[in-house]
């Protein structure tokens, strides 16, 4: 498939689970977007991914398989709500810097 010229480039909000891998491909098949890069979000003490618990290890080699660059928010297995949105929000204006203004 042709890629739009115009295509938004897009941060794919990462679990590694069925749903993500399901929107991934939905939104991969559309020429309006193009998905720059995978994020996702781990506890610090566990290196697991907070959604589904899955290891860093393995988030690791999805990515790697779909040749996407993966971002990691590393925070506490129990982050306070204004340390959540303060480790997200600075990541997407760093991604806005990039061009990156869709978040999926």
Same mark, same amino acid.
Request: charged share 20%; with cysteine.
């Given at each position: 498939?042709?890629?739009?010229? /115009?295509?938004?480039?897009?941060?794919?909000?990462?679990?590694?689970? $069925?749903?993500?891998? +399901?929107?991934?491909?939905?939104?991969?098949? /559309?020429?309006?977007? $193009?998905?720059?890069? +995978? +994020?996702?979000?781990?506890?610090?003490?566990? /290196?697991?991914?907070?959604?589904?618990?899955?290891?860093?290890?393995?988030?690791?080699?999805?990515?790697?398989?779909? $040749?996407?660059?993966?971002?990691?928010? $590393?925070?506490?297995?129990?982050? #306070?709500?204004?340390?959540?949105?303060?480790?997200? /929000?600075?990541?997407?204006?760093? +991604?806005?810097? #990039?061009?990156? #203004?869709?978040?999926?």
């Amino acid at each position: 498939m042709l890629q739009n010229s /115009n295509a938004a480039k897009v941060v794919m909000n990462w679990s590694s689970g $069925k749903d993500a891998s +399901l929107a991934y491909s939905i939104i991969s098949a /559309n020429p309006d977007y $193009k998905i720059e890069c +995978l +994020l996702t979000t781990m506890s610090i003490e566990h /290196n697991r991914v907070f959604m589904h618990g899955i290891r860093e290890n393995l988030i690791d080699i999805q990515a790697y398989l779909m $040749k996407m660059p993966l971002l990691k928010i $590393k925070i506490p297995a129990s982050p #306070n709500d204004e340390l959540y949105k303060k480790a997200i /929000n600075d990541t997407l204006q760093e +991604l806005k810097t #990039n061009g990156i #203004n869709t978040a999926a």
